[in-house]
């Protein structure tokens, strides 16, 4: 692992810029730098498409780092073939410095990991599950304002992360040699079940949101009508099981503070009229 500093002046490539987290990564390193940020996605310029391996050279054109996202996540087939390979050529390139958001508790996840570490970059990963940012930007937005969470969770619980604070650790990160060849488990400071997460979430509102228990082969069904890959219900099975069923201190660890509380995410999401029905 290189620790040159080199090719810190220079931009700084945020694979998925649109995303939750990239999308706040780039608006945090606009508000250092506007000029040496560039948006990687496939409405970006020039354009970056996972998907398609020409598209990653002219990306990295004048790159001196990445955060690296993958869609829909590191777990999939060949992600880490293509995490792998990206990481070689962003190396080749003169990206030194890479920062990969992974999935915590996912085995699938670390191969992805093993793979960009293996390019020579200075690397730094932040594992993280699911996100407040779930509830208020896409996937499961559509349920909270409908009333109902249905999924096939059970009784399982979760240290629901704020995207600002994955976003603050991936931007330190990027800026400060001190976090090269860390790893980072983040998560909020609470344990939360989706019941618990329903009260919250109908305190914010005004208005009675349910949790709903469903079956995974039913949730499948559902994810399929909805066009989203049924994978995901998978997904929640192996990372519900219990294995993160307790709290991790990675924001502490790399920005001195504690992290966002689910309910003061809510109450903000709700001030913004983002659940106005």
């Known amino acids: ?78 992600a880490a073939d293509r995490i792998g390979a990206f990481a070689k050529l962003a190396v080749a390139r003169g990206a030194s410095r890479l920062v990969l958001l992974s999935g915590r508790g996912e085995e699938g996840a670390v191969v992805s990991e093993d793979a960009l570490k293996a390019s020579g970059a200075d690397w730094t990963v932040v594992r993280a599950s699911f996100f407040n940012q779930n509830f208020d930007e ?45 790893t980072y488990e983040v998560s ?37 009508e909805h066009g989203l890959p049924e994978d995901f219900a998978d997904l929640f099975e192996s990372v519900l099981d219990g294995r993160n069923a307790h709290l991790v201190q990675g924001v502490e660890e790399a920005l001195g503070r504690p992290p966002k509380d689910f309910a003061d995410f809510a109450r903000e999401a709700a001030a913004r009229g983002v659940w106005d029905v």
Do not use: C
């Open 1 to 78: 692992m290189t620790t040159t500093t080199k090719n810190d002046a220079r931009t700084t490539l945020v694979i998925g810029g649109t995303g939750k987290t990239g999308r706040r990564v780039v608006e945090r390193l606009r508000a250092r730098d506007p000029r040496h940020v560039r948006v990687g996605s496939r409405s970006g310029a020039p354009p970056f498409d996972w998907e398609d391996s020409r598209t990653w050279e002219p990306a990295l054109q004048g790159v001196g780092s990445v955060y690296v996202t993958y869609y829909p996540d590191l777990a999939f087939p060949g």
């Open 188 to 224: 909020g400071p609470r344990l939360l079940g989706f019941a618990d997460v329903a009260r919250e979430l109908s305190r914010a509102t005004g208005r009675t949101v349910r949790y709903v228990p469903v079956g995974k082969d039913e949730y499948r069904a559902a994810l399929a």
């Open 138 to 182: 896409g996937f499961f937005l559509d349920a909270v304002l409908s009333g109902e969470l249905a999924l096939p969770t059970g009784q399982a619980v979760e240290a629901f992360v704020d995207a600002d604070d994955i976003a603050d650790v991936a931007v330190a990160a990027l800026t400060d040699p001190r976090h090269i060849g860390r």
